[in-house]
C-alpha cells in the first residue's frame, strides 16, 4: 500500500508531541513535514519542540519549518497552564541538533500543495489555524491539491476549554480558523466531544512507559503532565488526549463516529470569540462543510498508540 501524504501543522504542546510520535511511527502514513506555529507556548519554543521530538524519534531527517508566530488579527494567547513554560510538560527531552529549515512554513506549505497532484496531500492541523489560513489565503490554487483536512478543534456539546464557549485552537486564531472551515475543502473535526472521551488513567501511562524505550517514557511523561490541570478541572482522574486523535482517525477511522453538518466560527462577540456553532440538528439550511466527529473506541486508541509508539 502507497503509504498516505500527509503534513502536520503543530504547536507542541505535550499532546501533539504524541500525535507526531503516533504518525513517525505509522508506514501508512508519509509525514511530508511538520509546519510550527505558535499556539500552546510562542513559536521559537513550538519549532524547536518539533524538532526535539523528532530526534527523540530518530527521524533527524524530518523537515521542520516555522511558521506564523501570531494569530491573523488577534493577540497571542498561550497555554503554558496546560503544557508548561517549555510546552513539553516538566520533561527533559535533549536539545535538537536537526537544523530548522530555512524558509517560512507558509511558503513551504503553498509550494508542497503546488507541487502535488489534485487531491494528495492530507493536512494535520493540531494547533492554531493560522499557517494553514494563511497559505490559502496566500495561493487559493492549494485548495485543490488538498485530499482533506482533518483538525483537532472546536466543541458543541462539551462547551469549550479556554472560555466556556471556545476550545483552544479555535479560540486563539478564530479567523484562521472561519477561512478554513468557509474553504469548501473536505473537512473532518475532532472536537472536545470526542476527546474528552480519551482521557488517560494511571494504568494507560502505565502501558505507554512500559513500552520502556526513551520515547515510551517521555511520552508517558508527557501524557501524565498533560493531562493534570484538564483532569483537575473537569473533576477527572485522567486527562483528554486531544491531538493524536487526528492521527488515529487516519489509521482507524472505525474508532471515530459522527456527523456531517453545518460548522460556523464565531468571530463577532467577545464572550462566544471561537465557539464552533455546530448544527447538529440540521435546524438551519447551511452548508454541510464538516464531518464532527462525537464519538471514539477510547480502548482501542490507547492500544493504538502503545503499539505504534513501541516501534519507534
Ligand atoms: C488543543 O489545545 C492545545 O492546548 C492542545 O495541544 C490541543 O491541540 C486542545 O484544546
Ligand atoms: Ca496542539
Redesign the pocket.
Known amino acids: 500500500m502507497t503509504p498516505r501524504p500527509i503534513i502536520i501543522d503543530t504547536?507542541?504542546?505535550?499532546?501533539?508531541a504524541i500525535a507526531i510520535w503516533l504518525a513517525l511511527a505509522s508506514p501508512e502514513l508519509e509525514v511530508l513535514g511538520i509546519s510550527a506555529v505558535a499556539?500552546?507556548v510562542p513559536l521559537p519554543l513550538t519549532e524547536r519542540n518539533a524538532r526535539k521530538v523528532c530526534e527523540l524519534a530518530k527521524r533527524p531527517d524530518m523537515a521542520v519549518f516555522a511558521g506564523c508566530s501570531r494569530p491573523m488579527l488577534r493577540p497571542l494567547v498561550t497555554?503554558e497552564a496546560?503544557?508548561g513554560g517549555s510546552g513539553l510538560g516538566g520533561t527533559d527531552l535533549p536539545e535538537p541538533t536537526m537544523p530548522l529549515q530555512p524558509g517560512h512554513a507558509v511558503d513551504w506549505l503553498v509550494d508542497t500543495l503546488m507541487a502535488a497532484g489534485d487531491g494528495e496531500i492530507t493536512l494535520c492541523p493540531?494547533?492554531p489555524l493560522t499557517n494553514i489560513a494563511m497559505a490559502i489565503v496566500k495561493e487559493p490554487r492549494i485548495l485543490s491539491r488538498i485530499r482533506e483536512i482533518v483538525l483537532?478543534?472546536g466543541g458543541f456539546f462539551a462547551g469549550g476549554?479556554?472560555t466556556p464557549a471556545a476550545?483552544?485552537?479555535i479560540y486563539c486564531d478564530p479567523h484562521a480558523a472561519h477561512v478554513v472551515f468557509n474553504s469548501g475543502v473536505r473537512l473532518t473535526m475532532m472536537p472536545?466531544d470526542v476527546?474528552h472521551q480519551a482521557r488517560t488513567s494511571r494504568e494507560r501511562i502505565a502501558a505507554v512507559r512500559a513500552i520502556g524505550t526513551p520515547v515510551g517514557v517521555a511520552a508517558a511523561a508527557l501524557m501524565a503532565s498533560?493531562g493534570k490541570r484538564e483532569a483537575q478541572d473537569r473533576d477527572k482522574d485522567g486527562g483528554?488526549l486531544?491531538?493524536p486523535c487526528v492521527i488515529a482517525y487516519l489509521l482507524q477511522p472505525e474508532l471515530f463516529g459522527g456527523r456531517h453538518c453545518n460548522v460556523r466560527v464565531n468571530t463577532a462577540s467577545e464572550a462566544t470569540m471561537g465557539m464552533t456553532v455546530v448544527d447538529w440538528w440540521g435546524v438551519t439550511d447551511g452548508s454541510k462543510n464538516c464531518t464532527v466527529m462525537n464519538r471514539i473506541d477510547a480502548d482501542r486508541y490507547f492500544a493504538l498508540i502503545v503499539d505504534r509508539l513501541a516501534r519507534l
Open positions: 504547536d507542541p504542546g505535550t499532546d501533539d499556539g500552546n497555554a496546560f503544557h493540531i494547533g483537532m478543534g476549554n479556554i476550545e483552544f485552537n472536545l476527546t498533560h483528554p486531544h491531538d
